[in-house]
């Protein structure tokens, strides 16, 4: 007996974030072909998710022309500032120097751009002859915080 599975082809021509093929393709419920031709730039925290939720014996076929990029990650944040030093107090000397500022923090991991979290029984394929799939760039590190100020 042939075995005949539906087939669809799925165009994502506007710029979008975040999207899921298997949303796209209308969360089916049968095992069947469907072909995603990205003409358009994507970007996100994953920019474009086979997903989770295909029937076993699904083939996901994407045809990227375009751009896809993960996020870039947030910044870190700023070290704090030093404390001032001491000025002259009472009959003694009592001149410290301001302390150091703190170290700023590491930028987060940039975003990714394609995840293929799909089971084994899907067969996932991609051709990205025409286009590019770009990981997110980390973000920045936080400035350090300037040192205190010295004593009178």
């Known amino acids: 007996m042939l075995l005949l599975r539906t087939a669809q082809v799925v165009n994502l021509g506007s710029v979008e974030n975040d999207i899921s093929l298997y949303t796209k393709a209308s969360s089916p419920k049968d095992a069947r072909i469907s072909i995603f031709k990205n003409t358009a730039a994507k970007t996100g925290n994953a920019a474009v998710t086979i997903g989770t939720s295909w029937k076993g014996g699904s083939d996901v076929v ?53 995840l293929v979290n799909s089971t084994s029984t899907v067969k996932v394929r991609v051709n990205n002859s025409g286009g590019t799939i770009t990981g997110g760039t980390a973000g920045t590190r936080g400035q350090g915080g300037g040192g205190g100020g010295g004593a009178g």
């Open 62 to 114: 994407l045809i990227n022309t375009s751009t896809i990029t993960g996020n870039t990650g947030t910044n870190g944040s700023n070290g704090a500032g030093g404390t001032g030093g001491t000025g002259i107090s009472g009959a003694g000397t009592g001149r410290t120097a301001g302390s150091a500022g703190s170290n700023g923090t590491n930028g987060a991991n940039g975003g990714i751009a394609l």
